[in-house]
């Protein structure tokens, strides 16, 4: 009889990435100051946080949150539907359907539940959801959670999104779901195409504006109110953890609708209510990114120069348009090593890999209150280990690059596509991986090869066995033996990591030592 266990104990690629010093995730920090953190004693600049605009450490915000916990307390220990709606629930619900100008808001413990327990609400049996394939898990979570039938359309692609919903029952009840800014790699939603086919095909049209409140459109409003179509927008979500600064998550549309989803959805009714503090601290923050719009602009300046500066370089941000800056890697391996080199140089950023991301990407995201020094010292660290791990040239490939970022007035585009991207691949001519690692001229030979035989050992440790089989038309006899192979792989693997681990802390100490 199979063990449910099994498989836990069989997986091993956690203790072989942390042995190899490249486990990026769960890492403790010790000390937050906003734009920069402590971690492991060591300072690092901050340069992934969803903090856009810097709210979650504000005076202001922590203040809202700390006379909320003094009068509240910590939690309202109940749900919304039952016990759990205080005051403060209630007038944010007010506050948001108002700027968003809809009839009316429902707010949820997170913005993640928000996803879930609406489009489980709604998407009932016969129903069908239409969603891009690159959209958030939480919405696709809420998809798998929902009775109805789900359809995924290419990223973007209207043509495919219009041939789903042409071949589609006339009479069923039709949503479709997008992320009004794509989180990893910061291109936008066609919003108003879906518009358009939303009306021609009888749908409704849900957008997730996590990433877009407090950035996108004059008034801070998204995606939607940056291409003009918020009213045309059936459901908007929000979420509290990014320019909100705080925990919580929201969706707004017509009061019938909101009605429904408070009283069918499981994350409402069955999951306590966001704590006071949290409610707190997104009401304070509502009111500053109304207030304050320079912080806006002071984010865009920065982000704008960041994708000027990394393209010029010859990275390859991908198609953002936003303050979202993913940097192209395209192997896992060489991520984890490029994401290592990042962090030993003083920058936390994120490595994404499949499924959060369709290519292997280091994420980054700077913030309205980063200095100018530290943006220029974050560029340094990118250029210095980008050439290191033969990401970029050692050359500038150009002088001067223009970008095109989606900036409040600036409408008509979705993505950088086709124009300045690609820049890093095309400049180093696909001298990318074990190639630039050997050729790397600023490491001694020992370490090229030490960091030649972490890359092999990791590629093995992450080839799908379907690519395998594939790749080589394995006969048989060897396909049944892959576990056995790999598994001495891994053991091979770790055996020279970790001797390799114990080498690097004798020359560390004998370094510290002298
Ligand atoms: C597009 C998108 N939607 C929803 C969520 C979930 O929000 P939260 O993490 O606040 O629960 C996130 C968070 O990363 C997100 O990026």
């Not at 990223?155 to 039709?174: C, F, S, T, V, Y």
């Amino acid at each position: 009889m199979a063990d449910i266990f099994e498989k836990c104990a069989a997986w091993k690629e956690v203790q072989m990435a942390k042995l190899a010093g490249h486990y990026p995730y769960f890492r403790v920090i010790e000390e937050h100051n906003e734009t920069e953190v402590t971690i492991g004693g060591k300072r690092l600049i901050m340069a992934c946080s969803n903090n856009y605009l810097g709210l979650a450490q504000d005076p202001r915000v922590r203040e809202a949150a700390s006379e909320a916990a003094r009068k509240w307390g910590a939690s309202t220990c109940g749900s919304r539907l039952a016990n759990g709606t205080i005051a403060l629930h209630d007038e944010l619900e007010h506050r948001l359907a108002k700027f968003f100008r809809k009839e009316a808001a429902a707010c949820f413990t997170t913005g993640f539940t928000t996803n879930l327990g609406s489009i489980s609400a709604l998407v009932q049996r016969h129903d069908l959801i239409f969603v891009d394939r690159m959209v958030h898990g939480s919405i696709v979570e809420g998809v798998h959670a929902c009775y109805g039938d789900a359809k995924r359309f290419r990223h973007n692609n209207m043509e495919d999104l219009e041939r789903q919903l042409a071949a589609a029952p006339a009479e069923a009840g039709k949503l479709i779901v997008v992320d009004g800014v794509y989180s990893a790699e910061g291109d936008l939603a066609d919003l108003p195409r879906m518009v358009e086919l939303k009306k021609k095909y009888g749908a409704r049209l849900m957008s997730d504006e996590a990433h877009g409140l407090g950035v996108m459109g004059e008034g801070g409003r998204g995606a939607c109110e940056h291409f003009g179509v918020l009213d045309d927008v059936d459901l908007v979500m929000a979420t509290f953890s990014k320019s909100l600064g705080s925990i919580g998550g929201v969706i707004v549309g017509r009061a019938d609708v909101i009605n429904w989803i408070k009283h069918h959805a499981r994350a409402m009714i069955f999951q306590a209510s966001m704590t006071p503090p949290a409610a707190a601290a997104a009401l304070k923050a509502l009111e500053i990114i109304q207030q304050e719009p320079e912080r806006r602009a002071r984010l865009w300046d920065i982000s704008e120069r960041i994708h000027r500066e990394l393209r010029g370089m010859g990275f390859d941000t991908r198609p953002s348009v936003t303050p979202v800056v993913p940097i192209l890697v395209g192997d896992q391996a060489q991520n984890f090593i490029f994401w290592r080199k990042l962090t030993d140089a003083g920058l936390f950023v994120s490595p994404f890999t499949k499924p959060a991301a369709e290519h292997d990407l280091v994420r980054s995201v700077f913030m309205a209150t980063h200095t100018d020094e530290q943006v220029t010292r974050a560029l340094e660290i990118f250029q210095r280990c980008g050439r290191e791990v033969g990401l970029i040239p050692y050359e500038k490939p150009r002088a001067r690059v223009e970008v095109r970022m989606a900036r409040p007035g600036a409408t008509g585009f979705l993505s950088s596509a086709g124009e300045d991207q690609a820049v890093a691949t095309t400049a180093v001519g696909g001298k990318l991986g074990l190639a630039a690692i050997m050729g790397n001229r600023g490491e001694p030979v020992v370490r090229r090869f030490s960091e030649a035989a972490e890359f092999l050992t990791w590629r093995a440790l992450n080839v799908e066995g379907e690519d395998v089989r594939r790749l080589a038309q394995l006969p048989e006899r060897l396909w049944t033996q892959r576990h056995r192979i790999r598994s001495k792989l891994m053991a091979m693997g770790m055996n020279w990591v970790s001797h390799r681990q114990k080498q690097r802390y004798a020359d560390d100490s004998s370094d510290s030592r002298n």
